[in-house]
């Protein structure tokens, strides 16, 4: 698509569904399971918040909102527990802990979102810093969120198991079991997502016949072998 008509000074490619970048080279594919390939383009360079798409303006709203909501939610359940009493069981241990990954996973995402809203406004340019967030931040994320979700389906096997059990169930055993099973869980769920930030990079999305830097772009993009590729599928 052309600006003009008689003579054709600039051209802005009209990219189909899940396509990105200024000449379309981007698929939603290279950036993952990532807030980049959802937000990231949406996000106009060198324009305040207040200006941005109406996109833009709700994520940041609900992500406000997500945040506080989560914050709020996991130090009431840390209080809620932080007696003797819940923690002479393995579901108490849970608690605390899918409280404490809770915490940790809202932190992450409260460091994630601003650094690409202001990454891709264009602001945060130096690439060290850009690389580090890339490999490391989206790593720990799904680390927090995949944890979340174990040790939520834990503590219903736990809650299930016990009234099965009845005067049987031992309380303490189960309290002890708790810790091997928490470790085991997260060197799984580390070891399953380790090579991410192996394959995470930075490539520049520019124009080598366009001078102009004002909407040039770091995009963090991972590139998996087709091996990795069928295994971070299933």
């Not at 460091?111 to 967030?133: C, S, V």
């Not at 060197?187 to 490539?203: A, D, K, M, Q, S």
């Amino acid at each position: 698509m052309f600006t003009r008509s008689t003579r054709p000074q600039t051209s802005i490619c009209v990219c189909p569904l899940c396509f990105y970048g200024r000449r379309c080279q981007f698929s939603s594919n290279v950036f993952g399971l990532s807030l980049d390939a959802i937000l990231g383009y949406h996000i106009q360079p060198y324009i305040a918040i207040k200006h941005q798409s109406l996109v833009v303006q709700l994520s940041i709203a609900l992500t406000i909102i997500m945040i506080v909501a989560g914050l709020i939610n996991s130090a009431l359940l840390m209080i809620a527990i932080n007696n003797s009493e819940p923690r002479k069981t393995g579901c108490g241990i849970y608690l605390i802990n899918t409280s404490i990954t809770t915490l940790f996973t809202m932190i992450i995402f409260l460091l994630k979102f601003p650094i690409l809203i202001i990454a891709q406004k264009t602001y945060i340019t130096n690439r060290l810093f850009l690389q580090l967030q890339c490999t490391s931040i989206d790593f720990l994320l799904r680390i927090g969120l995949n944890m979340d979700q174990w040790l939520s389906a834990c503590i219903v096997i736990e809650r299930a198991v016990a009234p099965i059990k009845g005067t049987s169930f031992n309380k303490k055993k189960s309290k002890e079991m708790v810790k091997y099973i928490i470790l085991i869980l997260l060197i799984l769920n580390i070891g399953t997502i380790i090579h991410v930030p192996i394959h995470r990079h930075l490539i520049n999305d520019d124009d080598d016949d366009d001078d102009d830097d004002s909407e040039k772009r770091i995009w963090c993009i991972v590139t998996y072998s087709s091996s990795l590729q069928t295994f971070n599928t299933v």
